[in-house]
Structures are given as structure tokens and as C-alpha cells.
């Protein structure tokens, strides 16, 4: 076995990002007599995986060939036939597999099917760096809710926003284009209302060719402006504003539900397309975030970005909703009373913090870009 193909089929997989949710990122190569003979990718949701379109794009015989799969083989039909029919019916006599679909209507499922059709299965060959491709879609078939990245740009001093609020630019170019990247690979994003009074953000993917996350407002008290941005382009963004109203039923709101005169808001702002959930938590002041993400992840939210600012960034975290954080750390200060990322009232010992361990460091720019993940107790 050669690492060198593998290694390849996890390239082509990266090619599917923001294009496949809530789909895995799938590469698979075909390898006969010491040669490539055939590659191929999951490009789009709904489309061909890529299994087949690696022996689609075949022109040799793959008879005895070997292919190189990141992913255990589907053996069900969703919107694709089973690709164990097409591995099995071209003939290739060995299927190296990366990691393992942990899918209830795969797991293991794939493997049996081609083991028992007599091909040789190798299971996980690479499986970490196969693994590492799809943190999103491996946590959100197991868990059912939204794999969360926590972004935030900060100063030396801890600071996302000088004493005025002012936030644009705390970070560099390069680390606002691999944002940009983060939003097209994300099919949600998340902020609180406080970001969108101050900031009236569009929330869009700004990269030519890119796709626009869904965009999800936490607005205990539905104070989001009837003219924002978000509002106003609701009809071609989807957008999505989560309310805690204790008067009204939990789940969507519709147009038909709102009789009484101090709902004219909620009106207006479904007439102008936007999506409103109300899931008010216990006490009726705040946004259940638990529920809500076990509701987004049932209308295929798969992952979301979360560009929150420190209330929201501190509830996430409180009710363990955040999977990974991405840091860009410029090299400035700001100094004085300006806002935190995280905010609330703090832990009072060392010992009571919240821990991650640091996954990856590298610069953009000027910057650092920090990957951290939680310690699981």
C-alpha cells in the first residue's frame, strides 16, 4: 500500500468543501500496475460520490485494481445508489478505506458487503488524517446537533473591540480571507442580537464562486432592526432569528399564529423572509441554546460558525455547545475597559476554568491563527 495515494484521495476530498453538507468530504483513487488510473470526488449534495465518479472517470479496464476510498463505502440508497454495487460490479479486487462511516445505515455495513462479495478490505489506513477531513460531519452523525467553531479576532491584551465597540479591523487581510474561507465551508452561521445592533453585519460569503451560510441571529427579546442587513436580504439568504418569547408556542412561528397587535414585528419580518424560532429557555429570558441546536441540526444544519460576541460566546461554552475555537491573535494592544471574547462573571479560581488544549498554530499574516479543542471530562 502506498500512503502517497491515500494522501491524494484526501486532497480531492478538501475540493467538495461547501458544497457537500450535510454530506462527509469524500476522495477516492483508483491504483493498477503502480499507476493512477482514475480519481475522483464527492462534488456536490446529491450528486455522484465519489467512488463512482472515480471509475467514471476511468478510461482503463480497473479489473484487479485497487481503490483508495477516505470513507468506508456507502451500502444504502439515498439520493445515490450504493457505491459497494459499483466497486463490486467493476471488478477492482482490493478497497483500502480510511476512516469508518459511523452512519447507522452504514457502520460497517460497506465492509461486510464487499468482504463478502470477496474483495479484500483494509480498514484504516490513515485513518487520523482521514478522520481530521470531516470533524463536522463525524460529530454531527454521532451527536445529531451542529459541530460549533467558536471564531473570534483578539489583540495581545484579550481585546475583540476598542473601548468605542469599534471592531473593524482587530485583525489582518489573510486572517479575514481565511474567514471568508470558514463561511463558505460552514452551512451555518451564528451571532447574538448585540452583534447585529452594533455592527449590522451581512454575514455573507464574500469568495467568488463561494456559498452563503445559512444566517442564525439568538434574539431572546426580537430586538434585530426591521431594516438590517440580515433582514433585508432575507429573501436571498436564508436567515434564521431564535426568540424566547414565553407567550408563544415553542417551534416556528407563521404568519397565521401572530393575532395580537404587539406582534406586528414578527410580521414584518416574516413578510421580508425571515425564519422565526422561539425556544425561550426555563425562564423565559434567554434563547435555549440546547434546544435550539438539537433543532437546527434536524433541519440539516450540520455545522455552524459561531461569530458571536462575548454574551453569547460565554452562554455556548457554559452549556458545552462549542466543539472547536479558532483564535486570530494580532499583534496589537488596545488596552482599557474594551470587550473580552468570552464576558459573564467569570470563575473565581485558576482552578474552575474551562480547559483546551492547543491543536494547531500557524500565521496568517501578521497574525497567529490558534486551533483549540475542549478536554472532555
Known sequence: MEEKYMRRAIELAKLGIGKVNPNPL????????????GEGWHERYGELHAERNALKNTKEDVKGADIYVTLEPCCHTGKQPPCTEAIIESGIKRVIIGSADPNPVVNGGGVKILREAGIEVIEGFLKDECDAINPVFLHYIRKKNPYVLMKFAMTMDGKIAAKTGASRYVSGEESRAEVQRLRNEYKGIMVGIGTVLVDDPMLNCRIEGGRNPIRIVCDSRLRIPENSKLVNTAKDIETIVITADPQKKRGEITIKE????????MRILLNKGVKILNYPSKEGKHVDLKESMTVLGKMGIDGILLEGGGTLNESMLKDELVQEMRIFLAPKVFGGQAKSPVEGIGVNEPSEAQRFIWKDVKKTGDDLMITAVPIKA
Not at 469524500?26 to 503502480?34: E, L, P
Not at 401572530?258 to 414585528?265: C, Y
Open 26 to 37: 469524500v476522495g477516492a483513487v483508483i491504483v493498477k500496475d503502480g499507476k493512477i488510473i
Open 258 to 265: 401572530i393575532v395580537d397587535e404587539d406582534r406586528e414585528k
